[in-house]
């Protein structure tokens, strides 16, 4: 399976609409689903990663005492410097299990505030290539809920048109740039560590509308001019799909 049918697995898959239902109320947080008959083997390396563009406050978790795996999450995500708590209060990451009605391909699901996260980044493929190679399918669903989690603020930023990258910038100093696209023109304002779009000669104009992004992996895009441009960290996410 390629790079696009992985997107499409992440993002469309019907297995975790339920789980993303169940979840929605919980506004500030970064859930993590993995589907997996050997979560430990994966969890550490993948918290690793979130990790890199996300805030995470603290390594304490709390575990579920049913997990069909508990003994195996434990050391695993000790060798990655977590440690267990028994208090939930106290805990960052809360572990919990699910069972699904029937057997699925493994694969990991990452889902902020309701939106599905595209975690195309070269170390998430790798990892999920790996599971969906040499892992059974299995109905056995865990989630991390990583409490009180941030985005990284990003410290350059991409414009793109058409595919192609046209230009990178660093958003420590203010600027006014204006881009020429195959269908009109794009003008965008950078302050403040900030970027958003000041005009563009598309119809709607829904780009302009757009709130300031200067977190890593926001991006604004402006779909009639094939213009996008997004804001970049030390591992940014490749987009967010709303």
Known sequence: MDRRNFLKKMVYTPIFTPLL?????????????????SPASVLGVLLKEIKKYVLVSGTDYFLSPSHPQKKLLKNGLSRFGWKESSSTQKANLFLNYQILEKDSLPSFTLVRNGKV??????????????????????????????????????????????????????????????????????TI???????????????????????PISLS??????????????????????????
């Open 21 to 37: 239902l169940s979840q929605s109320s919980k506004q500030d947080h970064l859930e993590l689903f993995v589907i997996s008959e």
């Open 189 to 211: 304002a950078v302050e403040n560590g900030k970027v958003r779009v000041l005009d563009s000669d598309c119809q709607n104009k829904i780009c302009t509308y757009t709130a």
């Open 117 to 186: 996260q595209d975690i195309r980044s070269r170390e998430f493929y790798s990892i999920w290539k790996n599971m969906y190679r040499y892992q059974p399918a299995s109905r056995l669903v865990t989630s991390a809920c990583l409490k009180n989690t941030g985005l990284l603020p990003g410290s350059s930023a991409t414009v793109s048109i058409s595919g192609k990258t046209i230009e990178i910038f660093s958003l420590d100093k203010k600027r006014l740039l204006t881009y020429t696209t195959p269908t009109g023109k794009v």
């Open 217 to 242: 992996g926001e991006r604004i895009i402006c779909a009639p001019n094939h213009f996008f441009v997004e804001i970049n960290g030390e591992t940014p996410i490749d987009t967010i799909i709303g």
